[in-house]
């Protein structure tokens, strides 16, 4: 009697939680139901490009073909997904939509992380061509999926070499030194103990409070303004290509986000730059040092804090606030620079794709509190693993946005961005108003709308 109650017991939470990740898949899969497929003759699986994984699905059912493999998918850095099917129908009560709804739940609960990110690019495909069941069985049915090559030290190796080869294709040649007397007059942005209202009226009013509050007031500013005389060493130098070499731009730079950045912001001076260097982020890593190379007689960058999340630590090992391998440097030397950026790529590599962003962040202003400028450069396909550290930071960070093209901002950074009074920073353009936001309103980016809801983001439209 006790093993019948056991059993039932048991059928009854399986039935519970069967039922509650059905009613956590619904929201998305209305908003999957409602896109527009791509109409094609038949879908050829013998192309599928670099990182594209095949999941397929037997004719007329939900049910994977090999569904051990779709669950080994959880851990991986998903970015695009595409639902392939023919629309031949083998009778006149066959719903091709029922079956897409069947199908899309099964995946998103095998693969449950679908269920909430955001930045997945969804698409659909129906094949046209099949005249009967024989030629459409024949075609493929359901998932491909695009995935983000993962983090190796084979391939850290490669993309090093790769780096090294493209910062010596430039060489700084210094024409000539002069020494100028220069009276500047230095404009300096301080903030007091208080805080400001969100709302306009009470600041008019001249309303202030002691701390930040659940409305995460911003803090009151002043411009200092002294006149500044010194000794200006000014350096004359131009840059070369060097003999026989590739120029820089063509060895793996595909997305020029960082250099956009900066060329629009020359202004930026005694920057503290806090850089994620882990396998993803070559391309703006090759960019950050081809960069430094072209100002660093400039003295533009003050410290560089490389992290590359926990020095090849496993998941488990990862705490909260002490993951670890952050390195700093001085901008002072560009060879300084180089030598730490390769010494932390090296010691990178393990575990999974979230980053410690705000314990570097943390380590970073500590080590370099009097930098005028704080630039995180971050990979937006990576999640903050220690977001709720933020609190931490009082001081307005400046986010760089890498791999950001054609997809959603990842939510973390924008909160980064708005909580700390700083700004986003994309390949086309410059969030800088998100402290003037408030509960219920939206800000576009890039063409896609953001909703902050209790201080969290949400994306408008994820479709």
């Not at 190796?152 to 002069?178: F, G, H, N, P, Y």
Request: hydrophobic share 40%.
């Amino acid at each position: 009697m006790k093993r019948n109650i056991k059993i039932l017991t048991f059928t009854a939470f399986l039935q519970v939680l069967t039922l509650t990740s059905v009613l956590a898949c619904e929201p998305i899969i209305d908003k999957l139901m409602r896109i527009k497929p791509d109409v094609i003759d038949k879908y050829e699986c013998r192309r599928l490009g670099r990182g594209q994984i095949r999941v397929q699905m037997y004719f007329a059912t939900a049910d994977f073909l090999k569904p051990d493999m779709v669950r080994r998918l959880r851990t991986i850095t998903i970015q695009q997904v595409e639902l392939i099917y023919s629309d031949f129908q083998m009778s006149s009560s066959f719903s091709q939509p029922m079956l897409n709804k069947a199908r899309y739940q099964r995946l998103l609960e095998a693969i449950p992380q679908l269920q909430t990110n955001s930045m997945v690019l969804w698409k659909a495909t129906a094949q046209t061509s099949a005249k009967n069941q024989v030629e459409a069985k024949k075609m493929f049915h359901g998932f491909i999926i695009t995935a983000r090559r993962p983090s190796s030290s084979s391939l850290t190796k490669c993309e090093m070499a790769r780096m090294e080869e493209a910062l010596k294709t430039v060489e700084i040649i210094v024409d000539s030194i002069e020494y100028r007397k220069v009276d500047r007059v230095r404009k300096r942005k301080r903030y007091t103990s208080m805080y400001l209202p969100v709302l306009k009226s009470k600041r008019v009013k001249g309303v202030l409070y002691k701390n930040k509050g659940i409305w995460n007031r911003p803090r009151q500013t002043y411009t200092q303004i002294d006149t500044v005389i010194r000794i200006k060493k000014i350096v004359h130098y131009k840059t070369r290509k060097v003999p026989g070499s590739k120029k820089y731009v063509s060895v793996g730079v595909v997305d020029s986000t960082f250099f956009k950045v900066m060329d629009r912001h020359k202004d930026w001076n005694n920057i503290l730059f806090v850089t994620d260097v882990t396998g993803s982020m070559y391309n703006y890593s090759v960019q950050l040092m081809v960069w430094h190379k072209l100002n660093y007689l400039e003295n533009r960058a003050s410290q560089f804090s490389f992290f590359n999340d926990g020095n090849r630590k496993s998941t488990a090992l990862k705490k909260i606030g002490s993951t670890g391998g952050i390195y700093h440097v001085k901008g002072d030397t560009y060879e300084d620079v180089e030598k730490e950026i390769y010494k932390t790529m090296s010691m990178g590599g393990g575990g999974d794709s979230p980053e410690n962003d705000i314990e570097a962040l943390i380590a970073a202003i500590k080590s370099c509190p009097d930098a005028e400028q704080i630039v995180l450069i971050a990979d937006n396909w990576s999640n903050v693993r220690d977001i709720e550290l933020l609190a931490e930071i009082n001081i307005p960070v400046k986010v760089i946005i890498c791999g950001s093209y054609s997809t959603i901002v990842n939510l973390q950074y924008i909160e980064l961005a708005y909580k700390t009074g700083g700004s986003i920073h994309t390949i086309e353009e410059d969030i800088t108003n998100l402290m003037e936001l408030s509960s219920g309103k939206s800000i576009e980016i890039g063409g896609k709308h953001y909703l902050i809801k209790n201080g969290k983001f949400v994306v408008l439209h994820r479709i």
